[in-house]
């Protein structure tokens, strides 16, 4: 059944044109939107900057791409965006939006945090269940989680909390649409040279250098899952793989010690 649905996804794969990325204006959801408009997807990209997004799409090969401007950690935003992936009926969406802050949590501010649930959970669900309830065999979803969604984080304990829940709620509902020939994918990036650390309160060099993948690697992986379709989670990178791996050998408790040593949100 298994190779019969990845011939499905294969064959299908020629004929999708329609895409829709949130987070499209800078770091990861940037540089997939390159490679995916290369490979001749119609794109639409979504995020809070309109300037951005438009000059963005008038660089991107391809003539008919198109912009939604909308801040996602906004409820109304969110309802609008949902009723124009239920109209325009994409082949393809992929969640990247999302924020995080470096901090302890009663150092951090509580609204900030809240904002920042709504944005990397509420929406995720929101636009997947738009998405999702008028899909067709064929069709894709991909939600971007987190190598911190298989770990903890002290020091950004509610960011990858929610990514936990990303995670888990996309490898669930790859198994609920699997045999329907929709697939979903929960990827799962390691640490990035992105603006987002600078947004959430620090700067990438918190980060040996090591560690550190670039925003077009991780997107060649992402592509690279998505047209595979090979299983419903995918964590980027080799090291964070290895890592991930030699946690299963260790305590949970000595686990925990390690990631919030290395944590930029517990340093003074």
Known sequence: ???????????????????????ASGGIGLETAKLLAEKGYTLTLVARSGDKLEKIKDSLPGNNHSVFVADLSIANDVNKLATHIQDKKYDILINNAGSGLYGKFVDLPLDEQISGMHLNMDAVVMLSYAFLKNAKRGDALVNIASLLGHSSFPGASVYASTKSFVA?????????????????????????????????????????????????????????????????????????RFMLFGFKFISRKMAVNIMGKMSPGMSN
């Open 168 to 240: 888990n709620f996309s490898e669930s509902l790859w198994y609920e649409f699997k045999s329907k020939g929709i697939f979903v994918l929960g990827f799962n990036p390691g640490a990035a040279k992105s603006e987002f650390h600078s947004r959430a309160g620090k700067q990438t060099n918190v980060y040996p250098e090591f560690i550190l993948s670039s925003t077009q690697d991780v997107a060649k992986e992402l592509v690279a899952a998505l047209e595979s379709r090979k299983k419903p989670r995918a964590v980027q990178g080799w090291k964070n």
């Open 1 to 23: 059944m298994g190779n019969l649905l990845r011939s499905d996804y294969t064959i299908k794969m020629k004929d999708m044109k329609n895409l829709l990325i949130t987070g």
